[in-house]
């Protein structure tokens, strides 16, 4: 097999990446061992525009917001099957001078585009919010199993998706061209999350895996809103409710811990009040986060036909929809990613 490019990994941004390459008229292999991918495949795959404890815009979110429902709703026909799920967030305020900021921050011009109402009164009863909350618009979640799944058997069917580990020592160069079993490629991108610490080619990158855990449970509630204050509540759509998600850069350990359960439920119930919350299942990822919180794009400084897609962390949803469209000018038109995410900045390391 003699291909463009040989992807490594195949989670959100392989699977982006990959589609764009192959929409381009490029040849692509991906080579990706299922049962490996929990990162992704343990995500919860909202796409959130005000994030953290001071409730702010997040991140190049103008950029990022236009990209993400065109992007996956393109998918979602490609594999004949829904993974794009829009919903309001609504978070809920916990003292009347919050409430007195957003009802000042809702004028902001800035904030338009992702600010539906600034609520005065509760929204629910069974909801902690005696002050109200605010509701976002352009928010939502991505069914990143369904994706990931429609995807490999779409793409299985031209025979260029590979179940299988990656195992980079014996991918050798040989004039120019990489050959890895019978796999002929002109380029190489790692997609492949965590995997890439181990690579020779991008070890010295500054990763920093943080450990996620997220539950799924049973609950009479089940409003159509995302719930977002401390953890999300989402409804899906057979009902069951999911709850995350914890942050953990120290306990790298594989497998679900009663910490992390405890921790959950005591900030579910500090926003949502309910009698009956069943547990079904209890799930954990490592997310390929990065030292400065920005995504790995770029070249390798010494071998110009290996790249890196990669380091999306817990916002991945959100950015890779936008950074795969510079990543392609990057492939084919040479054009450096901005200093924020391109690799650069970190040259100084090796």
């Not at 590979?162 to 991108?189: M, P």
Request: hydrophobic content about 35%; some cysteine.
């Amino acid at each position: 097999m003699e291909v463009d490019f040989l992807l490594i990994g195949q989670g959100i941004a392989g699977t982006v990446l990959s589609y764009k390459l192959h929409q381009a008229g490029k040849s692509v292999c991906i080579l990706d061992k299922a049962s490996e991918n929990k990162s992704s495949r343990v995500a919860a795959g909202l796409f959130n525009p005000i994030t953290g404890r001071k409730m702010v815009k997040t991140w190049n979110a103008d950029n990022l917001f236009p990209q993400i429902i065109p992007l996956y709703s393109e998918l979602e026909k490609l594999i004949n099957k829904r993974i794009i799920y829009s919903k309001p967030i609504y978070r809920p305020f916990t003292n009347i001078e919050e409430q007195n900021e957003w009802m000042g921050k809702s004028i902001e011009e800035g904030l338009q585009a992702y600010l539906s109402d600034v609520r005065l009164n509760s929204l629910y009863p069974e909801v902690n919010d005696p002050y109200g909350g605010i509701m976002l618009k352009n928010s939502g979640y991505v069914d990143i199993n369904s994706l990931l799944d429609g995807y490999k058997k779409w793409f299985q069917a031209f025979g260029i998706l590979r179940d299988e580990v990656f195992d980079e020592s014996i991918l050798k160069e040989i004039e120019g061209v990489w050959n890895y079993k019978d796999i002929k490629a002109k380029k190489i991108i790692y997609c492949n999350g965590l995997g890439a610490m181990k690579s020779r080619f991008f070890d010295w990158l500054p990763f920093a895996p943080v450990k996620g855990e997220i539950l799924e449970m049973k609950d009479d509630f089940t409003p159509n809103e995302i719930i977002n204050r401390g953890v999300f509540r989402i409804t899906m759509p057979d009902n069951t409710i999911r709850v995350g998600s914890t942050y953990s850069w120290h306990d790298l350990d594989v497998g679900p811990t009663e910490r992390a359960k405890k921790e959950i439920f005591e900030r579910l119930n500090k926003i949502v009040h309910t009698e009956e919350k069943r547990l079904i299942s209890h799930k954990t990822g490592i997310r390929p986060a990065t030292k400065d919180r920005k995504p790995f794009l770029g070249k390798h400084p010494d071998n110009e036909s290996v790249y890196i897609f990669n380091g999306f962390g817990a916002k991945g949803v959100s950015l890779v929809p936008y950074y795969s469209n510079i990543m392609f000018d990057l492939l084919f038109g040479n054009i450096e990613p901005e200093k924020d995410v391109n690799i650069s900045r970190f040259f100084k390391y090796i």
